[in-house]
């Protein structure tokens, strides 16, 4: 693992910048990225924003397999954008050399199941166009908020992977130009012998990007788009709960506040909570 990620020095990869052992446990320092992960801002990019993202994934990758790395892993959880918007992938835990041993049996599945290729859910041995297959179906997923494969189970998911079950983006997505669902079949094909290289599908896309909304920067669309997602939901409404109880008790005992106040001022730390979790945290102990 720190063989391959050593190899590893480009803009759009987290960067392996130290490690050691301690005779016991092996340590990895890796560069630390301030941002989100494109799972947390699925749903909230806009078309160019994201098909530029995923050029950069594959521009990324395209540099890794220049060198002899395979991600095998490639998923929305594991590719960040920093607050300048650019585009890191990360984990590549699970790579191996593609001139080394593998660093698993025939066989064994590694990854995660609703993004694998059809020769690693069969357990065959994997090369660069396994990772193209995944950015493929990343892209997908950010398009049209579903992934085209993932079913009620793995193993439906995987007999999805195995039979090409792939809808075209075109019928999903009738609004996108006919050139980006013909770039996404290409990444997905069945064969990998039929996908393009890394590098074909970053220039593709880069060509496509500018035809879908200005190619602007990564960004939120607003700041409310996380509530709908059911998770993060969830997630702020305890939150908010938790704050506001709190906020209430110790409002009660502080006497510089009017014993009318604390109600309204724990729902309004609640409420900014419930939108912005690190503002909400801001306004409570500027409260207190």
């Known amino acids: ?20 052992s301690d005779g016991r446990r092996s340590f990895l320092v890796w560069e630390l990225v301030r941002g989100e992960s494109l799972a947390e801002l699925a749903g909230e990019l806009r078309d160019d924003e994201a098909v530029l993202a995923v050029a950069q994934i594959c ?17 929305p959880q594991n590719v960040m954008v920093d607050r300048q918007g650019v585009v890191k992938v990360m984990d590549f835990g ?13 066989g064994e599945l590694l990854g995660t199941v609703a993004y694998m290729s059809p020769e690693q859910a069969a357990g065959r041995r994997v ?3 396994t990772d193209v297959y995944s950015a493929g179906l990343l892209l997908y997923e950010l398009l049209t908020g579903e992934n085209p494969v993932r079913g009620a189970t793995a193993g439906e998911t995987v007999g999805n992977i195995l039979a090409g ?34 590098a074909e599908t970053a220039d593709a896309l880069r060509s496509l990007s500018g035809q879908l909304d200005g190619g602007r920067r990564l960004r939120p669309r607003r700041l409310l788009a996380p509530l709908r997602r059911l998770d993060v939901v969830a997630q702020r409404c305890l939150g908010a709960v938790l704050v506001a109880s709190c906020l209430a008790v110790l409002l009660s005992r ?35």
């Open 1 to 20: 693992e720190v063989e391959a990620a050593r190899a590893l020095d480009h803009p759009d990869i987290v960067a392996l910048l130290d490690f050691f």
């Open 59 to 75: 521009e990324a990758l395209a540099y890794a397999h220049a060198r002899g790395v395979v991600h095998r892993d490639v998923k």
């Open 94 to 106: 699970i790579a191996r050399l593609a001139d080394a041993d593998t660093l698993t049996a025939e």
């Open 127 to 129: 090369g660069p166009p």
């Open 165 to 198: 079950r792939i809808a075209p983006l075109e019928q999903v997505r009738p609004d996108l130009p006919r050139e980006l669902s013909d770039v996404l079949a290409a990444a997905c094909s069945l064969p990998a012998g039929e996908r393009p290289s890394a």
């Open 254 to 288: 502080l006497p510089a506040y009017p014993p009318g106040w604390t109600l309204a001022v724990a729902l309004a730390a609640a409420l900014v909570w419930l939108v912005a979790p690190r503002l909400g945290l801001a306004f409570s102990l500027g409260v207190a």
